[in-house]
């Protein structure tokens, strides 16, 4: 008997149907069963395809059999964020705003998991248009901790991140702006990865914050990731900011030797009040596997991305100046949403102002109302110079302060959230302190640099906990074969969540 | 008293390109609504801009043709705000590096020849339209996004001009400058060339300047000169009446020929400008500039004073010659075949521009080359034929599309030109037309006029005026002498 699919990796699963020994559709059948049992308890998804999916297993079993050339992702289950396009397939972002509109047109992203031969299972939920980190901002569902149900499962990918955890999905694609994949996919014990800025097209994911915002794989294991960045990340001309060089073959990167690799310790993430116990426990034996495993450990200093803590209270330049950026890039890109071609438009009668303030007003939720109105004034004339423009000097001391610890380390060490997963409705009353959940992992966007979340442990209450490596621009072989070393060493991310009578 | 005028101009025109700014679409005006647009241009989730490199060309050109100094850096900024023909509701420009910036523009007025300051020269997109439904009971407004994306040359004047009628100047020269660079094809009636205008009045010899009052919505240089008119009248009456222009945007009603200010939230706007995160900065190497540099014609002022030099032409030859750019080439490529300046001129205006202008056409749509033109005004010039004979011979090129000399043998339409074949006709002349010989020995020496022209009749215009003329004279001297 076969091992049941959900024991499988991606790679695995790929496997399995190259050789034959699983049809494409059979694989696609157990993956509905799983997901529709454990939907009810998770709520990973917001759209599920079950119909595309199965037409499309039984055209990749055709394909086989006719000998044709298969892709990377041939018959793997792929989940992908609300907040990407797919052609005849509603995307919302979790907006009311965006409520059944169905883009006529799929983002490069998904043409590629196409093209490599994967099946699209379903959209995830999320964070409305990717704003928050706990995926309490959906407007239409609350997605739950696999580990807890009650707990949130991190955000804003956090659909895509509690599919995976909670086996429902191999694969998924999330969005990073802040640290929407790396942060839920550590609070749901799996990994994810946020590549350099530039390494995957953006064409079709619904943006956020342009210049922060990026797609990427999460998984439960460093081969699968490595194998989804694989596919997606090819060139694509239609987005300008996107980068011309070759696509690394990242999964033979995951078996480059770690050891002789130096880690940098940011001092300024690892102080006093600044990281749950626990958390700061599990890194420092993940910092100890490493240690045996050859790498040196170096103290670094990223002044820019420096914590404060003052009674308790977390504050940070990294963070405002985040908040800033982001928030000024989703005033104007959200403007769009205004009721005059697509998506919800108010019923009221009224002129033209009376018709956007109305439909914008019932569409956005209470987040993203405060961050384009804090977009807005950061923007205007008189503000500019003050908030737009100096927190665009931050961010350059930022980028420079890793490009000094560049010339002393490989790769910088750094924990993904001060806690596990909190509690559904702690912070939902407090956007500050939802804010600074993204306090270890902002300064990674602002860099453009990219990072990596693995599984390193779990809290006294079960929940998971994660470390975080971040690399130098386009240097996703290194993270990605640092991350395979330690899973092989270790074996957090092959604990399951139960969910059995949830 | 009188009040001097500040006037600036901004200038709109939208740019000679296949596709859209950011997207594959096409530009062709008058297409059915909403057919010239995709996710891009219709500003959907997730969609991201590609610049459409030859826009960028060609806004180069322009900056370079306007003496501009490029930034060989340049970005795109957003323009934030609201309207429903914006279909991301931003507008994709530039603002804090635009792409030339301190140049100028030369002009001829009041005889001589004038600079006027370009502050600057970029690259934007053009909006869609709205289109206001009429019809009784309907609440509602279409929007047509053909437009949108549409790329949009904009050039900022300095507030340089004086008087309407240099301002009318500037828009005749600017809008000659992108004709002949190929940058804009300048169609007022499709929207291709719009303005706005800025006008404040102060004492004369003061520098300090009046309240400055824009005004958009200016679809042509007929409307930019009348609202200038409006508009200095109008600020001249309130200061004259004691009161102070204040500072504000009005908008042009070309049908009823007045401004109106706009309502308080059209005019608050704070457009929250800030750089283009979806795009790249441009860089633009040393080789690309050089290329479109070279691609900059000689301008219509420069060639005007080089055919007044070189091909001694007047001035007034060489404006109405150098007005277009293709009326100007074909009359070098005539000049080429057959170096006759003043002949090609007098022919090029008095035949082909009377021509095309009954037509309604362009140069580009007359149907004889230069070369065959120029062969033609050749044998004009040689007594081969004479200008009557010439054009007909130019009717019948255009009708059959064969050469001149094939037309002249066909028809034979060769001057009359020797003594013995012209002659007999004189004679004949002569006996018939008694009154007219009769008054030319008289003393009304102008009588000679309907002789030759009786001559002609007879000649089917064939007959060489010259010898014509001389003859006749010989033989009314020889009448004379023997009553
Ligand atoms: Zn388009």
């Known amino acids: 008997m076969a091992k049941p699919l959900e024991e499988l990796t991606a790679t695995a699963i790929r496997d399995a149907f190259l050789r034959r020994e699983r049809s494409a559709r059979s694989i696609v059948e157990e993956q509905f069963a799983i997901l529709k049992e454990r939907e009810v308890a998770v709520g990973a998804f917001l759209t599920v395809m079950q119909e595309e999916a199965l037409a499309r297993a039984d055209a990749l079993d055709r394909k086989l059999a006719d000998g044709a050339q298969m892709g990377k992702l041939a018959g793997i289950p792929v989940a992908v964020k609300d907040n990407i396009c797919t052609r005849g397939v509603a995307t919302t972002c979790a907006s009311r705003i965006l409520e059944g509109y169905v883009p006529p047109y799929d983002a490069h992203v998904v043409e590629r998991l196409i093209e490599e031969d994967a099946v699209i299972i379903g959209k995830t939920n999320m964070d409305e248009f990717a704003m928050g980190s706990s995926t309490e901002n959906s407007a239409f569902k609350l997605t739950r901790n696999p580990w807890d149900r009650e707990r949130i499962p991190g955000g804003s990918s956090g659909g895509s991140a509690a599919a995976v955890a909670a086996r429902m999905a191999p694969l998924a694609l999330g969005s990073d702006t802040g640290g929407s994949i790396r942060q839920p996919a550590g609070l749901c014990g799996v990994v994810g990865l946020k590549p350099t800025y530039g390494r995957v097209s953006r064409y079709g994911l619904v943006a956020f914050a342009s210049s922060l915002d990026q797609i990427g794989p999460l998984a439960r294991t460093a081969g699968d990731t490595a194998l989804l960045l694989e596919a997606i990340a090819p060139r694509d001309g239609r987005d300008s900011t996107c980068t011309d060089r070759e696509v690394p073959d990242y999964v033979e990167a995951l078996e480059q030797p770690i050891s002789g690799l130096t880690f940098g310790l940011p001092g300024e993430f690892f102080i006093e009040g600044g990281l749950d116990r626990e958390v700061a426990r599990a890194l420092e034996q993940a910092r100890r596997c490493y240690e045996a495993l050859g790498v040196r450990f170096r103290d670094i200093s990223l002044p820019h991305s420096r914590i404060d803590v003052e009674d308790g209270q977390l504050s940070s330049y990294a963070v405002a100046c985040y908040y800033i950026l982001c928030t000024a890039e989703a005033s104007s890109n959200l403007a769009r949403y205004d009721g005059v071609r697509y998506g919800h438009r108010s019923d009221e009668r009224g002129d033209i102002i009376e018709m956007y303030s109305r439909t914008r007003g019932e569409g956005f939720g209470e987040e993203v109302k405060r961050r384009i109105m804090l977009g807005t004034h950061a923007l205007s004339s008189g503000y500019y110079d003050a908030y737009y423009l100096r927190a665009g000097r931050v961010r350059r001391l930022i980028q420079s302060d890793f490009e000094r610890a560049w010339e002393q380390v490989d790769l910088v060490f750094a924990p993904v959230s001060p806690t596990p997963a909190f509690r559904i409705g702690e912070k939902a009353d407090d956007p500050l302190a939802m804010y600074l959940s993204d306090i270890f992992t902002i300064s990674c966007n602002l860099a453009g640099i990219c990072g990596i979340s693995v599984p390193c442990g779990f809290s006294s209450e079960g929940l998971p906990v994660a470390l975080q490596l971040m690399g130098r621009h386009w240097d996703e072989e290194r993270l990605l074969a640092a991350a395979h070393a330690y899973q092989i060493h270790t074996d957090w991310h092959k604990r399951a969540p139960a969910l059995e009578g949830g | ?483």
């Not at chain 2, 509701?89 to 030369?106: A, F, I, M, P, T």
């Open chain 2, 1 to 483: 008293m009188r009040y001097e005028a500040v006037i600036g101009l901004e200038t709109h025109a939208e740019l000679l390109t296949e596709s859209k700014l950011w997207c594959r679409c096409g530009t062709r005006f008058g297409e059915p609504p909403n057919t010239q647009t995709c996710p891009v241009c219709l500003g959907m989730p997730g969609v991201l801009p590609v610049l459409n490199k030859r826009a960028f060309e060609l806004a180069l050109k322009a900056a370079l043709a306007l003496h501009c100094v490029i930034n060989r850096e340049t970005f795109f900024d957003r323009k934030n705000y609201y309207y429903p023909d914006l279909p991301k509701n931003y507008q994709v420009s530039q603002n804090y590096c635009n792409l030339g910036r301190d140049g100028y523009l030369e002009m001829s007025a009041d005889g001589g020849i004038r600079r006027v300051g370009i502050w600057n020269v970029h690259l934007e997109e053009d909006a869609g339209k709205n289109i206001h439904v009429e019809s009784p009971g309907a609440d509602y407004s279409l929007v047509d996004l053909n437009r949108a994306g549409v790329p949009l040359l904009e050039v900022v004047s300095a507030p340089d001009m004086h008087s309407v009628e240099e301002a009318e100047a500037f828009m005749h020269t600017l809008r000659r400058l992108l004709l002949y660079c190929e940058v804009s094809d300048c169609k007022m009636q499709e929207g291709s060339l719009r303005f706005e205008a800025s006008v404040s009045l102060r004492r004369p010899g003061e520098e300090k300047l009046g309240s400055r009052v824009e005004i958009k919505n200016l679809n042509s240089i007929k409307a930019v000169t009348r609202c200038l008119a409006y508009e200095i009248e109008r600020q001249s009456r309130l200061l004259r009446e004691g009161g102070a222009v204040e500072m504000e945007t009005r908008l042009w009603d070309e049908a009823g020929g007045r401004s109106e200010r706009m309502r308080s939230k059209e005019r608050a706007q704070d457009y929250r400008y800030f750089p283009e995160p979806d795009l790249v900065p441009f860089v633009v190497d040393e080789g690309w500039l050089e290329r479109v540099q070279a691609e900059v014609p000689e301008l219509s002022l420069g060639r005007r004073r080089r055919f007044v030099r070189d091909h001694g032409l007047s001035e007034y030859d060489a404006r109405v010659l150098t007005e277009e750019r293709a009326v100007a080439d074909y009359f070098e490529a005539c000049l080429a075949a057959h170096n006759e300046p003043k002949s090609v001129a007098n022919w090029i205006m008095n035949e082909v521009l009377a021509i095309l202008n009954e037509r309604k056409v362009s140069i580009a749509e007359f149907e004889v080359p230069p070369q065959r033109f120029a062969e033609l005004i050749e044998a004009a010039d040689k007594g081969k034929v004479t200008a009557a004979a010439a054009r007909e011979i130019l009717g019948k090129m255009i009708e059959t599309g064969k050469n001149a000399a094939t037309l002249i043998e066909e028809t034979g339409a060769e001057t009359i030109g020797q003594e013995e074949d012209l002659a007999p006709i004189v004679e004949q002349v002569l006996a018939e037309a008694r009154k007219a010989v009769q008054d030319y020995l008289g003393g009304k020496k102008k009588a000679i006029g309907a002789l030759l022209g009786q001559v002609m009749r007879l000649t089917g215009g064939k007959a060489d005026p010259k010898l014509a003329r001389e003859i006749l004279l010989n033989r009314l001297e020889e009448m004379a002498r023997q009553p």
